[in-house]
């Protein structure tokens, strides 16, 4: 999603990034992926749970979650290691200027994410919408 | 966020039916999920130098709002 920081700008988009860990565990995944947006800490889940984002070892550790990071080390990417709860599921969501989601994609499994693709397409047709 | 953990297809889950009742909209409702359409939940929470950042001030500041929701940090 870093190399489309240029055209969220054009599309007056903001990212936010939601994390349940620690300062001292963003403040170094920042550092280590370089990320330029925003990341808010929900120490408590409480916004995790208000967005139906669940915590589920079966969906977290299935044979694709553990496929995917396989690939991963095959492919000579680092693994950091589990930081935090490692069960706790993600998910992406949009939310227009008036308040209203325009995309709502809880994952159903650790490596469920939306296309970035779909994300930025849901995003133009907003920018496009706005007068 | 790292692209990787973006999976090349987005297919919505199909309604589950067991014993005649539809289990996606019960599931739903229990899980507290929203769905697109529905209004956003506001909020307000820390970034990491302490600041608060609220949903509702940053979209009525006339910005779209891209909510990643990460699963943990590694």
């Not at chain 1, 995944?29 to 749970?49: G, H, K, N, Q």
């Amino acid at each position: 999603m870093c190399q489309y920081q240029d055209e969220l700008k054009r599309l007056n988009a903001k990212v936010l990034i939601v994390s349940f860990g620690s300062v001292a565990l963003a403040r170094r995944w920042i550092a280590e992926t370089c990320s330029p947006f925003i990341m808010l800490l929900d120490r408590e889940r409480a916004v995790y749970r208000a967005y139906g984002l669940r915590s589920s070892w079966v969906r977290s550790w299935n044979f694709r979650t553990l496929w995917f990071y396989v690939r991963m080390v095959l492919s000579g990417r680092r693994l950091r290691g589990v930081q935090g709860d490692p069960n706790q599921l993600g998910g992406d969501f949009i939310v227009d200027t008036q308040g209203i989601l325009r995309l709502s994609y809880p994952s159903r499994e650790a490596t469920d994410r939306p296309r970035v693709a779909d994300l930025l397409n849901v995003l133009r047709q907003l920018r496009s919408q706005s007068p | 966020m790292t692209s990787s953990l973006l999976t090349p297809i987005m297919v919505p889950a199909p309604p589950q039916r067991c014993w005649g009742h539809n289990l996606s909209r019960r599931r739903r409702l229990q899980q507290g999920g929203l769905r697109t359409g529905d209004r956003a939940l506001d909020f307000m929470l820390p970034d990491v130098e302490g600041r608060q950042v609220s949903l509702g001030e940053t979209y009525r500041s006339g910005q779209n709002v891209l909510l990643v929701f990460l699963r943990h940090l590694g």
